[in-house]
């Protein structure tokens, strides 16, 4: 009796003593998770409130998104997030080429002074109390060969989480401009909705914007698969209708030097043309219960500026009246509502967007 009380008494020893070993270990392993003791996520905020506030955008074009920042012929200056807070705007959005500053293997670190210098942009339009948004623009090489740059992408990505983690929510995401080419509808889906867990481990309640297949076409929105367990989602769409009249004459589009000389000057069939447009992009906002920024529209400088100015206002107002957000495409070049060279406003396109 004595020999099985011993035997007893061991073995609840043995039993007391595992289960404080395996009750340090989980201590250990929640520990572990702690990767940054200074690490304060934003708090959540309502994601429509947050589009509301986007309001009137614009977008810092052909400078961070350039292969380097200069070679198209725009260098970002403090004055300019100075002047678009001043005139009212609400919102900056700043396209950013993370791709020609990103080591191509493992774990593709960023350039640290281009980091510095994307930092430096958000900062400028945070201080003055307008929303920022960084994406990922012009990764040229996703849209061709996309499974030989998933990890890449998903890489910088993690990397830029991590870098502005504890930026308050008025930053916003947004996860690739233009998705399109072999990046098609089926893999575009697949890879947000891993670059959004990527983000998500560090970033739980980042506002995050994403846009549809097929270059953010209004068409493609059919196409978009959402997770639909998170909320903290804009939906973002392009807008350069009529094509033939935003682009003619654009360098970079063949053929368009053949539409120099169209006009747009607000007949009622064009007016009714962009109210058709944006018809399915409302129902589908409803439909799905997601708010809808329209991060870019313009017409090239090549257009006669009465027609620019005509277009322009009567896009932004119908914007406004259905409740999306918008950003125009783009601040000081070929598009642009300033003149870097002269240092002065293009007025009418102004006040075109800003009445």
Known sequence: MRLAKIVRIAISIMVLTGTLILLSTCDKKDDDKIIDPDF?????ADVY?????LGRGVNLGNALEAPNEGEWGVTLQEEYFE????????SIRIPIRWSTHAANNQPHMIDPPFLERVKWAVDQTLSR??????????????MTEPYVHKERFLGIWKQIADTFKNYPIELLFEILNEPTNALVD??????????IDVIR?????RILIIGPPDWNSIGGLSKLKLPEDDRDIIVTVHYYNPFQFTHQGAEWVNGSDAWLGTRWTGTQSQKQAMINDFAPVLNWSLANNRPIFVGEFGAYSKADLNSRVAWTTFLARHLESIGLSWAYWEFCSGFGIYDSSKNQWNAPLLRALIP
């Open 186 to 195: 089926t893999l575009w889906n697949s890879y947000l909705q891993e670059a």
């Open 129 to 142: 109390d307008m929303l920022a948004v960084i994406n990922m623009h012009h990764y040229e090489e996703m």
């Open 201 to 205: 481990e560090t970033n739980p309640t």
């Open 83 to 90: 002047l678009i807070e001043q005139e009212g705007f609400n």
């Open 49 to 53: 409130e947050i589009n509301s506030r």
């Open 40 to 44: 304060n996520p934003p708090e959540a």
